[in-house]
């Protein structure tokens, strides 16, 4: 019903900079929150950031300063903008929507692929 397709993830040096894009398609009718997570081996998943519809961002404590996210709406999109990143901040990213299909309207919980973002030090 509702699809999410990352990309962005790669390999940068502390202290650069990445950016992820996730695309939103399929029997959408809103998305009422969008968002990054991240999960190293072992670990728990956990929130990055996220976006609702009307604009509210809510950050991990971790990243919060450097990292920004913002949304697309007519393409449904969600980016990440990452700065000053650190060996900390390894992980597999996923992207993560709260979707509400069109007629007849459903609430869908949905994650991307997830995309590698390494950081070397």
């Known amino acids: 019903q509702v699809q999410l397709v990352e990309s962005g993830g790669g390999l940068v040096q502390a202290g650069g900079s990445l950016s992820l894009s996730c695309a939103a398609s399929?029997?959408?009718?809103?998305?009422?929150?969008m968002g990054w997570y991240r999960q190293t081996p072992g670990k728990q998943r956990e929130l990055v950031a996220t976006?609702?519809?009307?604009?509210?961002?809510n950050y991990a404590d971790s990243v919060k300063g450097r990292f920004t996210i913002s949304r697309d709406n007519a393409k449904n999109t969600v980016y990440l903008q990452m700065n000053s990143l650190k060996p900390e901040d390894t992980a597999v990213y996923y992207c993560?929507?709260?979707?509400?299909?069109?007629?007849?309207?459903?609430?869908?919980?949905?994650w991307g692929q997830g995309t590698l973002v390494t950081v070397s030090s």
């Open positions: 993560n929507a709260v979707a509400t299909t069109n007629w007849p309207h459903r609430l869908l919980e949905v």
């Open positions: 399929g029997s959408i009718f809103s998305l009422n929150v």
């Open positions: 976006m609702a519809n009307g604009g509210s961002t």
